[in-house]
């Protein structure tokens, strides 16, 4: 089955406590990108990968680093997390544009 | 820099009557535009996509978007709706190659008996 999966799905955590969100696809997609939702704001792009070893700025880049080691992971980290990324955020994968999303991770940092 | 406005936060409609959630985009260049439905505690799922070609697309589930570059338009319809359509509908937007994606804010599509 094709598969978006991201771990955790929830994280209660405190401010300044480095975290990973991992994503990982089985369908060989060049294509990987993550996103935030906020009420009212809809989803924004935080960063996205177009193969290995490369990846871009989205639009709300700050705070966040990621990684493109392999093709089916990408990961998120938050190295210094701080109250205003408290989220929900989505990893998605696709040929060159999202078309598969993960189930979402609930990320609430106190 | 893109932009994608979905001008209704909801849209209440009967079932067995025909269904349209508005979207409107800026975008410089020639426009990828994506609609996408997402469900409680679910992803968003694709539904359709417009690069080029012809100007109504067809998706997933009977929905279709008709693409409309005068008004800067890419309206969601369906012909009849159902129940089970009722969700949240993202419309988003980029250029070049796709994928650096913009998206609207959300329409809820509330459809009742």
């Known amino acids: 089955e094709a598969q978006v999966t991201q771990n955790p799905r929830y994280l209660i955590t405190v401010t300044g406590k480095k975290l990973t969100v991992t994503c990982s696809q089985n369908?060989?997609?060049?294509?990987m990108s993550w996103y935030r939702q906020d009420p009212g704001l809809g989803l924004r792009q935080i960063y996205y990968s177009m193969n290995v070893e490369v990846t871009d700025k989205g639009d709300v880049p700050e705070g966040y680093k990621v990684s493109r080691k392999e093709k089916r992971n990408f990961p998120l980290i938050l190295e210094s997390p701080s109250p205003n990324q408290t989220s929900l955020y989505f990893c998605?994968?696709?040929?060159?544009?999202?078309?598969?999303f993960g189930d979402g991770t609930r990320l609430s940092i106190l | 820099a893109q932009s994608v406005a979905q001008p209704e936060d909801q849209v209440n409609v009967a079932e067995g009557n025909p269904l349209t959630v508005k979207c409107t985009y800026s975008?410089?260049?020639?426009?990828?535009l994506f609609w996408y439905v997402q469900y409680p505690n679910r992803g968003l799922q694709f539904l359709l996509k417009y690069i080029t070609g012809d100007n109504l697309v067809k998706g997933s589930y009977g929905f279709e978007a008709e693409f409309n570059k005068s008004q800067t338009s890419f309206h969601l319809k369906k012909p009849s709706a159902l129940v089970s359509d009722s969700a949240l509908y993202f419309c988003?937007?980029?250029?070049?190659?796709?994928?650096?994606?913009?998206f609207g804010t959300g329409t809820q599509l509330k459809v009742e008996l």
């Open positions: 998605a994968s696709g040929k060159n544009q999202p078309q598969h």
């Open positions: 988003a937007a980029a250029t070049g190659g796709g994928n650096k994606l913009t």
């Open positions: 975008v410089s260049g020639n426009p990828y």
């Open positions: 369908m060989n997609h060049e294509y």
